[in-house]
């Protein structure tokens, strides 16, 4: 057995000695509220037993392990639908940034710990109701108040927004030069006042995502986390490792193991589904393909264990998986005939197909839509040529609105 089986088989033996308090058949019926306050006593589990931080420095409280055991506890964790939603976002991208460009490095620290055990939540914000996928197009103003800053204007579709302490936000500092060169990255308390945080609701019932107001916001130069106008190139960081975030090849949708009992249970012409060729053509495509991102996932993860930074590959990922997660959803329902027609609002898209086939157009637009992905793919891994792009270079307030 080898060290990574190891680690899984020691890491799959703790999460079972805690599902029966935080697994999924438990949280069944929970409310949001009762669902988030389970969540926090799970990371204290976790970090208790070892688990939290797993690729992280000892100096910010991690384990000091590679992406590789990070990757396999977390493959081992999915399996349980452990109540670690509300802080998938917090850990995965503002509180690594924190650590890596906060010169604060006490203050970093004590976030981070918090963070780890569930204690506070970070969101980020990045996202523009005018700005579509396009992260240089931001309008939100940072203008310089004595020895800080005051923010005006709106973000939207911030994800758990409304329980969190913190955020990651980038702001316009410099509307005279080009858009690109124009963004500064703060970092902002959420509870400051000015802050207003108003819930969307989305297609599958939740209030997952947000707008939210800043009307006078002030915040302290200390708050910064680039060098002014230089926000850019820590957002574009943010996002290659929010590509990496989602390692799920599955596009956080059910497995595919749950495809197969559903075909072997539903009929097509009086047989089992699993024996009709269209059937078991869409089971290998997928197959084939969830394992192709695996691949891809794996040698990012091998990539960032030598110290180098992840690549535009990630897009793939995200793009392919939450796709054919769309599609493979589908034609569950399909299957399912008028048994399909019940849709349970407290239903996981892991594990329900009417609850991954609703939620799953959101997840094609949440961190970066098919058509960015699509940009990326064609020029920074194809190397096509860009688009043509007339803002280009333009002052961003001479830009059309």
Same mark, same amino acid.
């Given at each position: =057995?080898? !060290?990574?089986?190891?680690?899984?088989?020691?890491?799959?033996?703790?999460?079972?000695?805690?599902?029966?308090?935080?697994?999924?058949?438990?949280? +069944? /019926?929970?409310?949001?509220?009762?669902?988030?306050?389970?969540? @926090?006593?799970?990371?204290?589990?976790? &970090?208790?037993?070892?688990?939290?931080?797993?690729?992280?420095?000892? $100096?910010?409280? /991690?384990?000091?392990?590679?992406?590789?055991?990070?990757?396999?506890?977390?493959?081992?964790?999915?399996?349980?639908?452990?109540?670690?939603?509300?802080?998938?976002?917090?850990?995965?991208? %503002?509180? %690594?940034?924190?650590?890596?460009?906060?010169?604060?490095?006490?203050?970093?620290?004590?976030?981070?710990?918090?963070?780890?055990?569930?204690? $506070?939540i970070w969101c980020q914000l990045f996202s523009e109701p005018a700005g579509g996928s396009?992260?240089? /197009?931001?309008?939100?103003?940072?203008? #310089?108040?004595?020895?800080?800053?005051?923010?005006?204007?709106?973000?939207?579709?911030?994800?758990?927004?409304?329980?969190?302490?913190?955020?990651?936000?980038?702001?316009?500092?410099?509307?005279?030069?080009?858009?690109?060169?124009?963004?500064?990255? &703060?970092?902002?308390?959420?509870?400051? *006042?000015?802050?207003?945080?108003?819930?969307?609701?989305?297609?599958?019932?939740?209030?997952?995502?947000?707008?939210?107001?800043?009307?006078?916001?002030?915040?302290?130069?200390?708050?910064?986390?680039?060098?002014?106008?230089?926000?850019?190139?820590?957002?574009?960081?943010?996002? =290659?490792?929010?590509?990496?975030?989602?390692?799920?090849?599955?596009?956080?949708?059910?497995?595919?193991?749950?495809?197969?009992?559903?075909?072997?249970?539903?009929?097509?012409?009086?047989? *089992?589904?699993?024996? !009709?060729?269209?059937? @078991? #053509?869409?089971?290998?495509?997928?197959?084939?393909?969830?394992?192709?991102?695996?691949a891809i996932t794996a040698r990012a993860m091998l990539m960032m264990r030598a110290g180098?930074?992840?690549?535009?590959?990630?897009?793939?990922? +995200?793009?392919?998986?939450?796709?054919?997660?769309?599609?493979?959803?589908?034609l569950a329902i399909d299957l399912q005939g008028t048994d399909a027609l019940h849709y349970?609002?407290?239903?996981?898209? +892991?594990?329900?197909? #009417?609850?991954?086939?609703?939620?799953?157009?959101?997840?094609?637009?949440?961190?970066?839509?098919?058509?960015?992905?699509?940009?990326?793919?064609?020029?920074?891994?194809?190397?096509?040529?860009?688009?043509?792009?007339?803002?280009?270079?333009? *002052?961003?307030?001479?830009?059309?609105?």
């Amino acid at each position: =057995m080898s !060290d990574i089986e190891a680690y899984s088989e020691r890491a799959r033996e703790w999460l079972q000695s805690v599902a029966g308090e935080f697994g999924g058949a438990v949280r +069944k /019926g929970l409310s949001d509220a009762e669902n988030l306050a389970l969540g @926090r006593r799970y990371l204290k589990a976790r &970090f208790d037993a070892g688990y939290a931080g797993i690729n992280w420095s000892p $100096e910010f409280g /991690g384990q000091g392990l590679t992406h590789i055991e990070k990757v396999a506890f977390e493959a081992e964790e999915m399996k349980f639908s452990m109540p670690s939603g509300f802080f998938g976002i917090s850990l995965g991208m %503002p509180v %690594p940034i924190l650590m890596k460009y906060c010169e604060d490095k006490a203050f970093a620290k004590e976030r981070v710990l918090k963070a780890l055990q569930g204690e $506070e939540i970070w969101c980020q914000l990045f996202s523009e109701p005018a700005g579509g996928s396009d992260l240089a /197009g931001l309008r939100l103003r940072a203008e #310089q108040d004595g020895n800080g800053w005051k923010l005006n204007g709106q973000k939207l579709w911030t994800s758990f927004a409304q329980y969190s302490d913190y955020g990651v936000i980038v702001a316009r500092t410099d509307p005279t030069v080009a858009k690109h060169k124009g963004l500064t990255y &703060f970092w902002v308390d959420m509870k400051s *006042p000015g802050v207003e945080v108003r819930p969307v609701k989305l297609a599958a019932g939740d209030h997952m995502v947000n707008e939210v107001f800043f009307d006078d916001v002030r915040i302290d130069d200390s708050n910064r986390l680039s060098p002014v106008g230089g926000g850019f190139s820590v957002a574009m960081a943010t996002l =290659m490792i929010e590509r990496y975030t989602a390692t799920d090849s599955a596009g956080f949708g059910p497995h595919l193991d749950l495809f197969i009992s559903l075909a072997k249970e539903t009929k097509i012409g009086g047989k *089992p589904a699993i024996e !009709d060729g269209r059937i @078991r #053509q869409q089971i290998a495509r997928n197959y084939a393909m969830r394992n192709g991102l695996d691949a891809i996932t794996a040698r990012a993860m091998l990539m960032m264990r030598a110290g180098m930074e992840p690549g535009p590959e990630g897009s793939l990922n +995200k793009l392919v998986s939450v796709r054919s997660r769309q599609k493979l959803s589908e034609l569950a329902i399909d299957l399912q005939g008028t048994d399909a027609l019940h849709y349970d609002d407290q239903a996981s898209s +892991k594990d329900d197909w #009417q609850a991954s086939w609703i939620g799953a157009p959101t997840g094609r637009i949440a961190g970066g839509a098919d058509e960015m992905l699509l940009n990326t793919i064609a020029e920074r891994i194809l190397g096509l040529p860009q688009d043509h792009r007339p803002d280009k270079g333009v *002052p961003f307030n001479q830009i059309p609105a």
